[in-house]
Nanobody
Framework: QVQLLESGGGSVQAGGSLRLSCAASRSIAGIYPMGWYRQAPGKEREGAAIMFSGSSTVYADSVKGRFTISRDNAKNTMYLQMNSLKPEDTAVYYC?????????WGQGTQVTVSS
């Protein structure tokens, strides 16, 4: 398995930006899909940005044009740059990786956007 540790969450006002990081316990080169999910209070977990092999990336409609997923294989780290944040982006954000036939999740990091 691979351990995933998120960081970078916090509180920000609407219109602000945050960058989340997901540090992996092993090389992430070749690990796909890998991405970010989020879960708002009282709602189901949903995919925000997922990176597939061949640099194919899928974004939720609600974050398109505002969020950017990226990865640095040399640092075993994946990122989520979040701009123009809205109160509806408030959620716990989870790092995800499909590895050796299993789902791997981080513990989550809270993002709170105030109006």
């Amino acid at each position: 398995q691979v351990q995933l540790l998120e960081s970078g969450g916090g509180s920000v006002q609407a219109g602000g930006s945050l960058r989340l990081s997901c540090a992996a316990s092993r090389s992430i080169a070749g690990i796909y899909p890998m991405g970010w999910y989020r879960q708002a209070p009282g709602k189901e977990r949903e995919g925000a940005a997922i990176m597939f092999s061949g640099s194919s990336t899928v974004y939720a409609d609600s974050v398109k044009g505002r969020f950017t997923i990226s990865r640095d294989n040399a640092k075993n780290t994946m990122y989520l740059q979040m701009n123009s944040l809205k109160p509806e982006d408030t959620a716990v954000y989870y790092c995800y990786a499909w590895y050796l036939g299993k789902n791997n999740w981080g513990q989550g990091t809270q993002v709170t956007v105030s109006s």
